[in-house]
């Protein structure tokens, strides 16, 4: 296994590890979680480095780094919405979640025809969204929704530029 696909299976493995401290009453848990969700979130970061970086790029990365952005994510967007009782929480959350099958599904439909899936500026930012997003809902920060509708708006507009970008160049063209 190389160092970053540990790195991606790490985040994945730290994700229950966060669940576990959102969910469980104990002192400091909020800070704990959040600690555990940012060393997650930086696995994120190392991994597409060190995987350049020694030019090791494979299979396991390109379908589970991906992936396991997404399981951190939702998975604690889902249990905080155990904590925020607030209709419009799920709303947001059902939202980021459909973008984000959405686009998985795309992405596999199109994978068999040689259709690169590279993450662009859009979908960085829609990541760094999100990640704020969660921070500050770990931390229940009054800023948190606003934080969270934007990260909603942002990962609607960059899913629709996602569809665009594949749009067939000539119209007769069929997916």
């Known amino acids: ?12 493995a730290l994700t229950p590890c966060c669940i576990l401290f959102i969910m469980w009453e104990v002192p400091h848990n909020r800070l704990i979680a959040l600690v555990i969700f940012i060393i997650a979130f930086l ?8 995987a350049r970086a020694a030019n090791k790029v494979t299979d396991f990365g390109k379908l589970f780094d991906p992936l396991a952005d997404k399981i951190l994510v ?9 904590k925020i009782t607030e209709p419009w929480y799920w709303t947001a959350v059902m939202i980021i979640w459909l973008r984000e099958i959405f686009i998985a599904l795309l992405r596999r439909r199109r994978a068999p025809q040689g259709v690169a899936t590279e993450a662009n500026m859009y979908g960085k930012t829609k990541t760094l969204l999100q990640v704020l997003a969660v921070c500050a809902l770990i931390l229940n920060f009054m800023i948190a929704p606003y934080i969270l509708w934007a990260a909603v708006a ?7 530029r996602y569809v665009n970008s ?7 063209t069929r997916l």
């Open 43 to 50: 696995t994120d970061v190392l991994d597409g480095i060190v």
């Open 166 to 172: 594949w749009q067939p160049r000539n119209r007769n």
């Open 74 to 82: 939702i998975s604690i967007l889902v249990t905080l919405a155990f």
């Open 154 to 160: 942002f990962s609607v507009y960059s899913g629709i």
């Open 1 to 12: 296994m190389t160092l970053a696909n540990f790195l991606t299976t790490l985040r994945i």
